[in-house]
């Protein structure tokens, strides 16, 4: 059974950082596109970020870039998402999900998502 679990969220003043870690177990994690996703209150789960299993290939949606990063550790079964200059319209739910058919592409959909996390809420103060 796929485990996916979150970690690192919190409450933290604008401007500040953060680094969310997400573990897999239960699957070959290295083989899988992985992806971050977010979802504020009244929204739809949006991408933020996504990495190629190698890690080599990273992708982004605009208004991160520049300030979130995304990492791997095959090694280690999880991957990170280091987030600086956080602003408030950052406060969301982030989630962690596994892409069990592509492996250098990440998808923007949700959909094409298989295993997902519970989620680790991060608050951005104004």
């Known amino acids: 059974q796929v485990q996916v679990v979150e970690s690192g969220g919190g409450l933290v003043q604008a401007g500040g950082s953060l680094r969310l870690s997400c573990t897999v177990s239960?699957?070959?994690?290295?083989?899988?596109?992985m992806g971050w996703f977010r979802q504020a209150p009244g929204k739809e789960r949006e991408f933020v970020a996504g990495?190629?299993?190698?890690?080599?290939?990273?992708y982004y949606v605009d208004f991160v870039k520049g300030r979130f990063t995304i990492t791997r550790d095959n090694a280690e079964n999880t991957v990170y998402l280091q987030m600086n200059g956080l602003k408030p319209e950052d406060t969301a739910v982030y989630y962690c999900?596994?892409?069990?058919?592509?492996?250098?592409?990440?998808?923007?959909?949700?959909?094409?998502?298989?295993?997902w996390g519970q989620g680790t809420q991060v608050t951005v103060s104004s």
């Open positions: 239960g699957r070959t994690f290295s083989r899988n596109v």
């Open positions: 990495i190629s299993r190698s890690g080599e290939r990273t």
């Open positions: 999900a596994a892409d069990s058919f592509r492996s250098e592409v990440a998808d923007r959909r949700p959909e094409e998502y298989d295993y």
